[in-house]
């Protein structure tokens, strides 16, 4: 699975943003996705994960309640919607991909994207 993520840029604290990450392959409809997120000088970090149907998510405490991960199969997208952004949201968001659900969560996925970059401002 190829995946290429858009939809960063810079907004202000309080403010959304929504994030998408493109796959190619058939094999999306039955991969786990995720997005994590690495600030400077920051080890990267898991933010949100969707299994294969959209019916079961996980997150991160410090976004619960404010980011949506959700897909849509039919157009090989994976959405991450962030809402009441914090200026702490600012990193690069990465989408990442993988047959198994666990190795999405746990940062170990098979396929990456690029990253896309979010800057909060307060």
């Known amino acids: 699975v190829q995946l290429q993520a858009s939809g960063g840029g810079l907004v202000q604290a309080g403010g959304s943003l929504r994030l998408s990450c493109a796959a190619s392959?058939?094999?999306?409809?039955?991969?786990?996705m995720g997005w994590f997120r690495q600030a400077p000088g920051k080890e990267r970090e898991f933010v949100a994960a969707?299994?294969?149907?959209?019916?079961?998510?996980d997150y991160a405490d410090s976004v619960k309640g404010r980011f949506t991960i959700s897909r849509d199969n039919a157009k090989n997208t994976v959405y991450l919607q962030m809402n009441s952004l914090k200026p702490e949201d600012t990193a690069v968001y990465y989408c990442?991909?993988?047959?198994?659900?666990?190795?999405?969560?746990?940062?170990?996925?098979?396929?990456w994207g690029q990253g896309t970059q979010v800057t909060v401002s307060s």
């Open positions: 990442a991909a993988d047959f198994r659900r666990s190795a999405v969560v746990a940062g170990n996925a098979a396929s």
């Open positions: 969707i299994n294969w149907s959209g019916g079961s998510t």
């Open positions: 392959g058939r094999a999306f409809s039955t991969a786990s």
